[in-house]
């Protein structure tokens, strides 16, 4: 809550994930920013996270909202996320380089989760900036099977769309 008294202000990395979708992650979960690499398929995974990275000897997922292809080059966030198991490393494919941006109180008030229901599963928080609802996820929580059941039908939705 607002209050003549409150000065809460913190930063995070604005990103765009590209279909109109800006998300935003807490500071201290974004590793990397790496841009123009080559993405390679990874045959039997879910239809939102069928391409890997390798970054810094790791093989990381790659979550992304269109259809891909293996070999193509992209640029990516590579997040710490102590869900994924294998390396502790998941990554997010972006249109551009995320900026840090600050935020305070009354930017999160205003915020509205219903604006971007694709990100509803690893929702942590969110603000508003420049009139647009940005969620705030947590890279953990994108490695939920909540998020990737809604990922998978968001990307299949996208395919059929675009086929």
Not at 64 to 72: Q, V
Not at 136 to 162: E, M, Q
Request: aromatic content about 10%.
């Amino acid at each position: 809550m607002n209050s003549p008294n409150s000065n809460f202000k913190m930063f995070v990395w604005l990103a765009d994930a590209g279909e109109r979708q800006s998300i935003a992650f807490v500071a201290d979960t974004l590793c990397e920013y790496l841009q123009d690499v080559e993405v390679q398929d990874l045959p039997t995974s879910a239809p939102s996270c069928s391409h890997v990275v390798e970054w810094m000897g790791h093989v990381v997922p790659v979550f992304r909202l269109r259809p891909g292809n293996s070999n193509e080059h992209v640029n990516v966030v590579v997040l710490r996320a102590a869900a994924n198991q294998e390396n502790g490393y998941i990554a997010l494919e972006t249109r551009n380089a995320p900026v840090k941006v600050e935020i305070s109180d009354d930017q999160f008030e205003a915020f509205n989760a219903n604006e971007r229901p694709l990100w509803r599963e690893a929702l942590i928080s969110g603000f508003v900036h420049d009139g647009q609802s940005i969620p705030i996820v947590h890279p953990d929580l994108l490695c939920s099977k909540g998020f990737v059941s809604t990922a998978n039908s968001y990307f299949i939705k996208h395919l059929r769309l675009t086929a």
